[in-house]
Structure formats: C-alpha cells, structure tokens
C-alpha cells in the first residue's frame, strides 16, 4: 500500500502547515516551544522522562555503585567496631589500674598495646581497597551520565517570542490542576503575575471535593452532580448515578433497609429507564442487609469504586471548565521529551554539515510522537505538500489514493481532462473523486 492512501496516516512534510509531526498535529513552531519549555525547566517530569532514554545502562551504572557503596559501608562499620572495642579495652584496664597505687608504669603500657593492635587493625589499609573501588564506580557513573545526557538542549529549539504572562498562567494552572495551591499562590505572586482567583477557584472546589471523597462523604459531591445535572447528561455522564449508588451502598452498611428504600426511590427512581439493571443489582442488595460481604454483591464494597468516581469527578470538572483531563504543561513536557532526542540529533548532523537548520521552513524529518498525543489527524498532500483545509480539503481517487482539491484539479487540466493518479496507473476523473472529512 502507498503510505499516503487514505489508512489514516499523512505526510509529516508540510509547506503551510510547518510540519505537522507523526499525525499528532503539532506544528514546527510547537515542537520549539516545547523544546523551550523544557530547557526551562519547568516540570521534574522532564528528568523522569529524560531516564528512560539510556535507562538500562544508567540502571546497571547505578546498582554498581550502590553495591559498592554498601560494600565500603559495611566495611567501614566493620573497622569502626574493632577500632572502638580496643579502645573499649584499654579504657577498663586503665580504669582498673587507676584503683591501684602501682603508678604510671602500668597506663603507658596499656597505651602502648592499644597503639601496637590499633597498628595491627590498620584502618586506613582496610577502608583503602573498597572505598577505592567506590571511586571507580561513582567514576564510571558520572561519565555513563555525562554521555547519557546532553547537557545543552538550547541548540535545539529556536528563539522565538514568548507572551510570558500566558506562560506564567499555564504554570499556576498546571500547580492549581494538582492541588497545590500555596506552591501556585507563591509562583504567581513572584512572577508578579495579575490576580489568580480566576484559576484557582474552580479547582480549589473540586479538591474540596476530593478531599471529602476521600473521608467517604459524598454530600459534597452529590451537591456538585446536582448543580450541573443538565450539562452533565449532555454528555452521557454517568457520574451521578455512581456516586447516588456509592451513597445507597453506605447506607444499606448501616443496616438501615427502610433508609435504604427511601433513598433509591428518590435519587435511584430516575435513572431506571436508562439504567435498569443497575438498579435491579442495587435492589437485590435489600435482600443481604446486614451481610452484604458475603453477597453476591460484595464487589460494591471495594475501594476501586470510589476511586473510580473520583477520577471521573475530576475528568467532569475539567471538561466543564474546558480544561483537558491531563495538564496541558504535563502533556507539552511529555511530548517534547519524546522528540527531543530526535531534533539534538539534527542539530548536530547539521552543524556537522555547517548548515543552520534554524532557518529551514520546515523539519528534513519527521518527530514521531506517541499515540497519545495524536489528538487529530491532519492531511498533507503528497503531491503539493500542502496541508488539507476547508478551501483544499483532501480527496479520495477511485483508486484509493487521496491528493488535495487543488492538486486534482491541476492533474486534470482545471476539471477539464482525465487524469492518471500519480502513485498508481488508475485513471480517474474529477466526478469520480469523493471528498473526505477528517
């Protein structure tokens, strides 16, 4: 199969597009940006993520020098022991001759026995040999460290303009995302940023929230599922049902059947005609009050459902404030990391070559990205190398192969001619081309 027939993937080289990289739809100027960003430091995840590049090696380094550490360690106590049981010795036999009338003679003579088998212990010689070998590991380490990492990353990414207030914004939100709220309020506060209330609420309320999860009380959390009820079922979320359920599951625990009963026909009643056989099980539950353990719906007991619905709380809050369920930071970082290795390899084959690849248009090659960073999918034209838009959208030959509009229509001479598709001997006409919607 060509690699551009239309399974999904695209061309990584695009004229307008600036490189639209692996089918995830960053474009050249992202990849800088996040390279800056990275080189900026502004997430410990960078150095996670920069582990895993050389990881075996720099493991096994590692474990050497643990190894010989723990080593040297015990040796080291070890002569530490003897040193001190001598000196132990010779202060209870100087203790005893202090009781006697007998002199100095006897206390230099200790002290000479103690210097003779202090001598025969000789320290210095037992600790030389393995905390030599310690140098040599920590030695080792340091270089298979220095060649694991490149310790300037700047070449890889160009100056460009930053608007360092967003930047700023996106860092306190990122801290805000994870719940620490006096880290962002510090950062914001010295980068002499304007007033973060603005981003900081809505997050606060939501680990209030979690925090109130966590104790297993509920009541906050059905009082946020009940405000935003409408929106909520907009989206087919379930989360007000499991967390109604969660409630009527601690209530049959209490033993309270009558309770239990209550509670379902007011806030279970409603999701019956959707969710039926949820809540025949939770009715069978009425049956086992008291001994619900040894039912055989025991499963709502566990832990992981609570953890569930508070994962999906937080997935809902951020999609109702517009915020994606990962921090864009985590994301940025994580994905610069990925292509990192890839453009420090072209700046060097560059700067070998004595070209500046700073002032290209677009990347000689492409940065593939994992698929989980491949949020849309964009069609770059084989033929033009232009990118698909509303005024040149991409469209499929009989043949299967898909070149843009504009191509197609420059192929058959303004729609006025067949055409033979450029990877293939098919022929074709504009009438026989369907567009496509990505």
Not at 29 to 35: H, L, N, P, T, Y
Not at 246 to 261: C, M, P, S, T, Y
């Amino acid at each position: 199969l060509s690699p551009y027939r239309h399974r999904g993937s695209c061309n990584p080289n695009s004229r307008k597009g600036r490189d639209s990289v692996g089918g995830g739809g960053f474009s050249l100027s992202s990849i800088i940006i996040i390279i800056t960003i990275i080189s900026r430091g502004f997430s410990v995840e960078l150095g996670r993520q920069l582990m895993e590049l050389n990881t075996n090696t720099i493991k096994d380094a590692f474990d050497r020098v643990a190894k010989k550490q723990k080593l040297s360690a015990s040796k080291t106590q070890e002569v530490i022991d003897q040193v001190g049981h001598e000196i132990v010795q010779a202060l209870e036999n100087l203790n005893s001759t202090m009781t006697t009338d007998e002199g100095a003679g006897p206390a230099k003579s200790i002290l000479a026995d103690l210097n003779k088998r202090l001598t025969e212990v000789s320290p210095a010689s037992q600790l030389e040999g393995p905390q030599k070998e310690l140098n040599v590991a920590l030695s080792k380490y340091g270089k298979v460290i220095e060649k694991a990492f490149i310790p300037d990353i700047a070449k890889s990414y160009r100056n460009v303009e930053f608007d360092m207030q967003i930047v700023n914004q996106i860092i306190a939100t990122h801290f805000y995302r994870q719940g620490l709220f006096d880290l962002g309020d510090c950062f914001i506060d010295e980068a002499g940023a304007p007033d973060s209330s603005a981003l900081k609420a809505p997050f606060l309320e939501m680990y209030q929230i979690l925090e109130e999860l966590k104790a297993k009380n509920l009541e906050p959390a059905l009082k946020w599922v009940s405000v935003h009820h409408d929106r909520l079922c907009q989206t087919g979320s379930t989360l007000e049902l499991k967390l109604h359920r969660l409630q009527f599951v601690e209530i049959l625990k209490k033993g309270d059947r009558n309770e239990a009963l209550k509670y379902a026909r007011s806030y279970l009643a409603p999701f019956a005609a959707v969710h039926m056989c949820e809540i025949q099980k939770l009715m069978a539950c009425l049956l086992w009050v008291g001994r619900l353990e040894s039912s055989p719906y025991a499963e709502l007991l566990s832990s992981p459902h609570w953890e569930e619905v508070s994962a999906e709380l937080t997935q809902e809050c951020c999609r109702l404030l517009g915020q994606s369920y990962e921090s864009p930071l985590y994301v940025t970082i994580a994905a610069g990391t990925q292509g990192l290795p890839t453009l420090l390899k072209l700046a060097n084959v560059m700067a070998a070559k004595k070209q500046e690849w700073q002032t290209m248009k677009q990347l000689p090659v492409p940065v593939d990205l994992g698929s989980e960073f491949q949020f849309h999918s964009i069609f770059v034209c084989p033929v033009s190398r232009d990118q698909g838009s509303e005024e040149n959208p991409p469209m499929m030959l009989p043949c299967g192969h898909v070149l843009c509009k504009q191509s197609i229509s420059k192929l058959s001479k303004s729609n006025t001619r067949i055409f033979k598709c450029p990877y293939c001997p098919v022929e074709a006409n504009v009438g026989n081309c369907k567009q496509l919607y990505f």
